[in-house]
Structures are given as C-alpha cells and as structure tokens.
C-alpha cells in the first residue's frame, strides 16, 4: 500500500462533511425547473433572431458601427 493511514467512519453529526457528501441529491422546486426550462428554450432562439436583425442592412446603417469591416459578419 502507498499510503499509512486508517479511516473511521463516525454517523451523525460527528461526520457532518462526509455525510452530506454521501446523501442523494435533492430534486429542484418545480418552480425552478420551469423556469430554467424556459430560459433554455427560448433564449437561443431570442439570440438567433436579434443577430438576424441586427445583420439586415437598414438596421446595419442605423447603428453606424463606424469602420466595422461588415463583410466579416457572417
């Protein structure tokens, strides 16, 4: 063996790190499942459009983004 050392379990309060760490994960409130859900849902769409908007040329022109080099946007 590497190593020169004995471990001891010890329940209860005594062990309090080592038995939190062992317990089963608790479940989210429904609540925050929902909301995380939605965010993740919608906001990669939300992104997608604002970047279609952003790109059309009328809107482009509105900004003045100055010497943006606009053949680089995808």
Do not use: F, W
């Not at 010890?10 to 080592?18: E, F, R, S, T």
């Not at 062992?22 to 499942?33: A, D, N």
């Not at 995380?36 to 022109?61: C, F, H, S, W």
């Amino acid at each position: 063996s590497d190593y020169d050392c004995d471990i001891h379990y010890h329940p209860g309060k005594a062990n309090v790190v080592d038995d939190a760490l062992s317990k089963k994960e608790r479940e989210l409130p429904l609540r925050i499942r929902a909301l995380v859900m939605t965010i993740g849902l919608d906001l990669p769409r939300q992104i997608l459009n604002a970047q279609n908007e952003a790109r059309k040329p009328e809107n482009i022109k509105k900004e003045d983004v100055g010497d943006c080099d606009h053949a680089r946007v995808p």
